[in-house]
C-alpha cells in the first residue's frame, strides 16, 4: 500500500507552539514520506520557522474570520489536504514510531476512534434521564443531533466518536463540509474553549457535532477500527489534559518523557532548531518533574473521590 499519500494536518494557536513543534518533529522523524500542514494562528515568523524548518511540513495561517476555539476549525486543516487520504491530529499530540502502515482505514473510508459503553456512561453521567439505561446516547441528545442534522430518523451509530486523530479518504470531504457548516449552526461564535458545558447536547464542541452527523448525515461516511493506538513502540500519543509535558506532567503520559527527551536529542543532532526549553522538557529536571506528576496525580485522585462521595450524598450531580 502506498503510504506517501496521506497528509498529516492540525491546527492550534501559540499556546500550542511547543505541542505543534512536537508533532512536527516526530512526523518528520517517523513519517518523512508524508506531507505535514500545520494551520496556525497568532504565531510570530519565529515560530513559523521553527516548524517549517522540516522538509515536510507547511505552515499556513488559519483566517481571523472565526471566533470559536481552534478545536471547531479542525475542517479548515482537512481541506487543505489534496493527497487520497488526509490524517487530522491534535496539536497535542505526537508520533511515536514508524506508524504509516497504521495510516490507512481499513475500509478505505474513515478511521476512527469509537467510544466503549463503559466511557459513554461517563461522559454523558450528567445528561441521562432519571432510569435511563446508561452506556449508549442520552435519549434527549439524541432528539436534539436528530432534529438539527434533519437527516436520517434512525441514528447509525448509539456512542460517540474521538476526534483528537482520525483518517479519512478525501471522497468524503463533503462530509468535512457538512461538519464544518453544521458547527457554524450548533456552535455559538464565542471562544469557549474545547469543553462548554453550557450547550449540553454539544459540550464537546467539535467532537459532539461529528458525533451528532455520524448518527445522523445521510453522506457519513463507515468507520473502520482504529488501529493507531495498538503498539507501544508504534502509535499516536495525545497528552489529553492539562497540563501538558510543555508545561508539566501527568502519570497517565509520563511514558512519553523518554520518547521526548529522545526526540529533542535527534533534532538537535539532526540540525534542527528548538524552542526554547521549558523546566518540564530540560533532562535536567527529569526526577523533581516526576514527582510534581505524582503529586498532580494525587491530587486529582483525591478529587475524583471527593466528587463521587458528593454524588452519592446527592450533594452533587
Known amino acids: 500500500m502506498n503510504t506517501t499519500n496521506v497528509t498529516i494536518v492540525s491546527a492550534c494557536d501559540r499556546k500550542f507552539l511547543w505541542g505543534a513543534y512536537l508533532l512536527a518533529a516526530s512526523c518528520a522523524r517517523f513519517l518523512p514520506q508524508n506531507p505535514v500542514h500545520i494551520l496556525q494562528t497568532g504565531f510570530t515568523e519565529e515560530d513559523k520557522t521553527l516548524l517549517a524548518q522540516f522538509p515536510n511540513v507547511k505552515v499556513l495561517t488559519l483566517e481571523d474570520n472565526d471566533p470559536r476555539n481552534v478545536a471547531n476549525r479542525k475542517s479548515e486543516a482537512l481541506l487543505s489536504a489534496d493527497t487520497e487520504f488526509v490524517a487530522w491530529m491534535d496539536a497535542d499530540c505526537m508520533v511515536i514510531g514508524d506508524i504509516s502502515s497504521f495510516l490507512h482505514p481499513l475500509n478505505g473510508e474513515l478511521m476512527m476512534r469509537m467510544r466503549e459503553p463503559w466511557e459513554n456512561a461517563w461522559v454523558w453521567r450528567n445528561h441521562y434521564a432519571p432510569g435511563e439505561a446508561q452506556g449508549g446516547l442520552p435519549k434527549s441528545v439524541l432528539e436534539k443531533w436528530r432534529t438539527d ?11 460517540t466518536c474521538v476526534t483528537n486523530c482520525f483518517v479519512l479518504h478525501r471522497r468524503h470531504l463533503d462530509f468535512i463540509r457538512q461538519w464544518k457548516s453544521q458547527i457554524a449552526k450548533v456552535i455559538p461564535p464565542a471562544h469557549a474553549g474545547v469543553v462548554d458545558n453550557r450547550n449540553p447536547a454539544y459540550f464537546m464542541t467539535d467532537e459532539s457535532v461529528m458525533s451528532s452527523l455520524l448518527a445522523f448525515s445521510n453522506i457519513a461516511p463507515p468507520i473502520s477500527e482504529f488501529r493507531i493506538d495498538r503498539e507501544r513502540a508504534r502509535h499516536v500519543a495525545h497528552f489529553g489534559a492539562n497540563p501538558k509535558p510543555w508545561v508539566g506532567w501527568r502519570l497517565r503520559i509520563w511514558y512519553c518523557h523518554a520518547p521526548i527527551m ?29 514527582m510534581r506528576a505524582l503529586a498532580v496525580d494525587a491530587k486529582t485522585r483525591i ?3 471527593g466528587g463521587k462521595i458528593l454524588r452519592l450524598a446527592g450533594l452533587r450531580k
Request: avoid cysteine; hydrophobic fraction near 35%.
Open 303 to 305: 478529587r475524583s473521590a
Open 262 to 290: 529522545q526526540l529533542l536529542d535527534w533534532a538537535r543532532a539532526s540540525g534542527y532548531k528548538t524552542p526554547p526549553i521549558p523546566w518540564s522538557l530540560d533532562p535536567k529536571n527529569r526526577v523533581p518533574a516526576y
Open 149 to 159: 442534522v434533519g437527516q436520517l430518523q434512525t441514528p447509525r451509530v448509539d456512542t
